[in-house]
């Protein structure tokens, strides 16, 4: 586009893009090219001003148009041919979209060719990563294994020695009733041990707020499975500071071999065989925000 230049009085050839450069880029070359000019504007044939964010190929498709520089305005006519302008910009623009879709292409093919290899690598990384946990894991676990052992052995010795304490109990009872006094006597008595019996299940659930009926005094639903894990626990906790067992590191070992594991199941699985690298990539870190649920309580009550 040929331009006469308000301050040297000449011509200057101005090269625009089609489709990159726009009504504002023609602006500021001529606002750069000239240090007089202040005012630039386009106008369409009926007065009405063109936006700075009209791409060329658009102004040219809309016709002659008048440019406006400082206080002089030019008539600025597009050749209306087909072997004119507009059909050099047409035809840009069906290179530019055949350039995208040639663009396309061949990130599909990219995708194609390499996502085999990066899911290789990928599960090669994961594998690496998971020896290496499980190799930390190992005395870990031989120590946690141990321990179980020993709390299961604390926790049934206790549960048999309430058992024993409540046969012990009934036989007393029995031989007061029918050896030593009478019912009519060991009643009351009776009635007082069962009364105090609710009443230590109560302490028992102020002092550990486990979830138990057990606080409903008319209801005496004692659970033994909760007081034999609460046993557990705490057990458990005496062993592993004797023992220097780090519960919180077994504990983030176990989930991230978890995470792992899943990562590589996923990956393996047939419904992600065809998926693009970037967003294989993108699942994969998806399913590492997933907390796991095969972890030891940390809960000591």
Known sequence: ????????????????????????????????????????????????????????????????FTLRINDVSYQVCVPPTQEGICSLVELSSERFRSLDDIKATVASLYAVFNVDDFKLERERKLIEKLEEVELELKPLEAMKARIDAECESHSERIMWAFFAAMGLQTGI???????????????????????????????????????????????????????????????????????????VRYNELQDLAEGIRKDLDRLRDPLYQHLPATHLAWALRDNKNKPSKESFASDKN
């Not at 450069?21 to 001529?30: A, I, M, S």
């Not at 009443?199 to 979830?211: C, D, K, S």
């Open 1 to 64: 586009m040929s331009i006469p230049l308000p301050s040297r009085r000449e011509v200057c050839q101005f090269s625009l893009k089609p489709i990159s450069d726009t009504v504002l880029n023609l602006c500021e070359y001529l606002a750069a090219e000239d240090k007089g000019i202040d005012f630039v504007a386009l106008y369409a044939e009926n007065g009405t001003r063109i936006a700075g964010s009209t791409s060329i190929e658009h102004l040219l498709q809309f016709g002659d």
């Open 173 to 247: 009872f029995a031989r007061l009733t029918w050896w030593e006094y009478s019912w009519d006597i060991m009643e009351p008595v009776t009635y007082f041990a069962t009364y105090a019996t609710v009443i230590a299940t109560y302490g028992y659930y102020l002092y550990t707020r486990q979830v138990s009926s057990a606080f409903l005094l008319f209801i005496r639903n004692f659970e033994y499975p909760t007081m034999k894990s609460r046993c557990y626990t705490n057990y458990f906790y005496k062993k592993a500071q004797k023992y220097k067992f780090d519960v």
